[in-house]
């Protein structure tokens, strides 16, 4: 029985998100290397295994640790190495493939002479989002990069890696279409300069792209649940959305038709969306049925949060509907903060899932 | 040695917020019933008991086991009372002073038919906050729901809780003082009607106010660490924030004046804040000293956060003196919510403090 704050998975959404797209990578040829940070969970991680992928993304070396620890072998660090781990990548280098990116000789040069394993490289390109990465059209400082990797005995290279996060401010397919192909223009043009592979991923564009170009590996990763904000972006359908947070209401407010729940910051994350009518949510309210949740309630949400109180703004229908000790199935706004701050899962069956947080029985 | 993001704390400087608050507290004759969801920490709590306090506040059920398990022999569940989890309440009853608040009779009525031990109950007053609780001038209500607490045999009349959180949106003391004053005047209306304890708690009335009317129990919190947005309100100085988070530079970007750090949301929270200028700051860079951190430096701030990305606006001078693999200590805008993340504190001097979620050895 729920009676505080209880992130819920649905796992049949679930692995069908994670067949589409294993299935769309093998139809356009492209390896499906996902990225493990939304749900960072060693069973999820299983369901993947079972649909035949083999390698795949972390961006810390505690996931790298701790999904290795679970028999991956193949795992890239999408993230510019951080030098004074060189230690530790050394270790797990000496147990698998680890890769990482790489933008900086320096860098490069320091965890040459630091390591006595072999380490995968990608060179990181900045397709436009200006989070990290060397800018596409850099061919000279790529080529370098390129030749000291090559030069060294202890690092192997991979290919280019690059992340379009900026497609998260795209609003239709259409609009990440419009963003994402002059990048895959950018990349066939390196491709055709350097022919090395090229890894790419965000959810968005892997979702809604036919083609990948030149690209011949895909590292998205919040597509394993989607949420609100993918399904604004024009990534996934509501009904694909493969996690909620089921709340307890703890008070009714008449005057200002609103809910109070236990639910706030510490389980959403501050993570909000701003819709048309310009209104900030925290959260969606859905219909509670048996297996799990069912439609949004039109009109009704999760207007603001603080660390452990959530208030939800009702029609006035809804506001007599609901009682005081229900339980209401709320969509996340970002489904991986949720995951990363819940620590852990539970099916609609009353059974756990692991979290490399591990906070489940403790919230 | 600091090699991932980790959150510091500078002991002096939390000892000494504990006991500028405590000796206020003594001097203005009220209660310090310190809420405990800030640091959510045995250690830091037994600073507080080592001062002087008795009682403390906690906003879930979960945080009231975890430090009955400590020793604390009364906690104040800051939060209407989740009629769900009666039975646990009921668990803690037996064992310690447990006080929850209350707005519904219903609720009362169903809490009374479930326990077993007796239970003190706060009636929560809503200063105009809109979060929750009933308004201080409903006279009525707040008659009948007394009433009904005092004729029951399990519950125990504590008075009235109140939080007035919409301080935090208030720019100076002057600000806080007109937000308040008429608070307190309603309050000693009602002190005048009904005579009962009232407790009023949040960091920026309880750090700038010097009378306290006729409140006698104060349960500020995040004054225990404070932050950037409680200096921008006008509840302290910048010297006096408790923690910082310590964050190796990764990356370099010269195009762009920017650094990139290991360090994003699942350690900062995605709570931000604007400055005068309206630019979007999630956490502030300060200089680093032998023994922690120092001063803030003018135009570098942590602009943006994904994840595990943090996205670091330099001056062109804090940029060539800034090297890949330098640690920066960076001020959190919201104290609570990072502390909630991280698991756990280290000393300057190494040591570790212990933290709810115990995530201290997973980031």
Redesign the interface.
């Known amino acids: 029985?729920?009676?505080?704050p209880t992130l819920i998975l649905d796992t049949e959404k679930v692995k069908k998100n994670i067949k589409r797209m294993m299935t769309k990578a093998n139809e356009l040829n492209v390896e499906l290397r996902p990225h493990f940070?939304t749900h960072q969970s060693h069973e999820i991680g299983r369901w993947f295994r079972d649909s035949g992928v083999q390698g795949i993304t972390v961006?810390?070396?505690?996931m790298a640790e701790y999904f290795c620890y679970d028999g991956w072998s193949s795992i890239t660090i999408a993230?510019?190495?951080?030098?004074?781990?060189a230690n530790?990548l050394d270790d797990l280098a000496e147990k698998i493939d680890i890769r990482v990116l790489a933008?900086?000789f320096?860098?490069l040069r320091?965890l040459n002479d630091s390591i006595s394993n072999e380490i995968g490289v990608y060179i990181e390109l900045d397709p436009g989002y200006?989070?990290?990465g060397i800018?596409i059209d850099e061919f000279e400082t790529l080529l370098q990069l390129k030749s000291f990797i090559l030069d060294s005995d202890k690092l192997r290279f991979e290919g280019f890696y690059t992340h379009a996060?900026h497609s998260y401010k795209c609003r239709s397919k259409k609009e990440i279409e419009e963003l994402v192909h002059p990048i895959l223009e950018d990349l066939a043009k390196l491709k055709n300069e350097f022919n090395d592979p090229i890894c790419f991923g965000d959810t968005p564009s892997c979702s809604v792209l036919d083609d990948f170009g030149s690209i011949s590996q895909i590292s998205p990763g919040n597509f394993v649940f989607y949420d609100w904000t993918q399904f604004n972006i024009g990534s996934c359908n509501i009904e694909d959305i493969g996690v909620a947070m089921f709340c307890?209401v703890?008070?009714?407010?008449p005057?200002?038709n609103?809910l109070?729940i236990?639910g706030g910051?510490?389980h959403f994350?501050?993570?909000?969306f701003t819709d048309e009518s310009g209104n900030t949510l925290f959260g969606v309210v859905t219909n509670k049925e048996e297996s799990g949740w069912g439609k949004v309630i039109d009109g009704v949400s999760l207007k603001?949060i603080?660390?452990?109180?959530g208030?939800i703004q009702c029609t006035p229908f809804y506001f007599n509907e609901v009682h005081?000790?229900d339980i209401i199935p709320i969509l996340p706004i970002h489904s991986?903060?949720m995951a990363?701050?819940m620590?852990g899962y539970v099916t609609p069956n009353n059974e756990n899932i692991d979290h490399?947080?591990?906070?489940i029985y403790?919230?």
Chains 1, 2 share one sequence.
């Open positions: 029985m729920i009676t505080s940070k961006s810390s070396i505690k993230f510019p190495v951080n030098i004074l781990e530790r933008t900086h320096e860098v320091r200006n989070r990290s800018p996060g307890p703890v008070a009714k407010y005057r200002r609103e109070l236990h910051a510490v994350s501050k993570d909000s603001s603080s660390q452990e109180h208030i005081i000790g991986c903060l990363d701050l620590g490399l947080s591990l906070k403790l919230k």
